[in-house]
């Protein structure tokens, strides 16, 4: 019943749509994604106060909406109020918040597949994963591959295995490795989805070994993102997702 599903990973996924000339997880940035050539996105998601799934990085507003406050404490209407584009460019001024539900109808219109990063505000790990479960068999075509669930969160791929296991599941890590193969095994992984500046060849054959798919997180330099695929690296998370595309092509 446990059994871990499989993924299929792809060269290059486009991190928070194409990000390094678009604000990310706005609309804008994902068909810039699909423009560059992109078949994946990888994304954030969290709740608003009354439990819709969107898509944004940080808890706060600060950085990409310039307002004080938390993303939880505003219901999705509220936050449709906000900014989203004008902090990257004022070109992009007026791009709004996307909801989940958006953002995956985009992801089936155009037969783009997506690695969803459970980013849950503090303490609604659980309650993230069912909405986005619950849209998710709502509305993704049920003759496509499920989308991949990614999360630094233990407690999210735990309710994630539980509720939906037949999604596949990427563990993130940042620089705590110590217990990877442990974690890995016990939340049924099907990836280790690591930053990229942890990994050595070893490492990579280690994973590659225990027999999980490899992305890995954050890489601009297409130097890098060869020498990452030469060592066995499966799937490179980028900004800039043409550039990669290009580079590894
Ligand atoms: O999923 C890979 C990467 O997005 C994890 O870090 O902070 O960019 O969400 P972050
Ligand atoms: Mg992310």
């Given amino acids: 019943a446990n059994a871990t599903p499989v993924v299929t990973l792809p060269r290059v996924q486009a991190h928070r749509g194409a990000s390094g000339v678009r604000p990310e997880n706005t609309m804008t940035s994902f068909r810039e994604a699909l423009a560059q050539g992109a078949s994946w996105t990888e994304f954030d998601v969290k709740?608003?106060?009354?439990?819709?799934?969107?898509?944004?990085?940080?808890?706060?507003?600060?950085?990409?909406?310039?307002?004080?406050?938390?993303?939880?404490?505003?219901?999705?209407?509220?936050?449709?109020?906000?900014?989203a584009g004008a902090w990257f460019g004022a070109e992009y001024a007026g791009e709004k918040i996307p909801s989940f539900e958006e953002v995956m109808?985009?992801?089936?219109?155009?037969?783009?597949?997506?690695?969803?990063?459970?980013?849950?505000?503090?303490?609604?790990e659980d309650e993230t994963v069912k909405a986005v479960v619950e849209m998710l068999e709502r509305i993704w075509p049920k003759d496509r591959p499920k989308p991949l669930f990614s999360s630094f969160k233990h407690r999210c791929l735990e309710v994630a295995r539980d509720i939906a296991p037949a999604y596949p599941r990427g563990l993130l890590t940042y620089d705590e490795l110590d217990n990877w193969k442990a974690d890995a095994e016990r939340l049924v992984c099907a990836a280790i989805h690591p930053w990229h500046k942890t990994l050595t060849p070893d490492l990579v054959k280690?994973?590659?070994?225990?027999g999980y798919g490899?992305?890995?997180?954050?890489?601009?330099?297409?130097?890098?993102?060869?020498?990452?695929?030469?060592?066995?690296?499966?799937?490179?998370?980028?900004?800039?997702?043409?550039?990669?595309?290009?580079?590894?092509?």
């Fill in 47 to 83: 709740l608003s106060k009354d439990g819709v799934p969107l898509l944004y990085h940080d808890k706060d507003l600060k950085r990409t909406s310039g307002r004080e406050g938390l993303i939880k404490d505003f219901t999705f209407a509220e936050l449709q109020d906000f900014e």
């Fill in 105 to 124: 109808q985009f992801h089936i219109d155009n037969g783009m597949q997506a690695n969803i990063e459970f980013k849950p505000s503090d303490g609604e």
């Fill in 206 to 210: 280690a994973f590659k070994q225990a």
């Fill in 214 to 249: 490899i992305a890995t997180y954050t890489v601009n330099d297409p130097v890098r993102a060869r020498e990452l695929v030469a060592m066995g690296v499966d799937s490179i998370i980028t900004d800039h997702p043409a550039v990669m595309i290009d580079a590894l092509s």
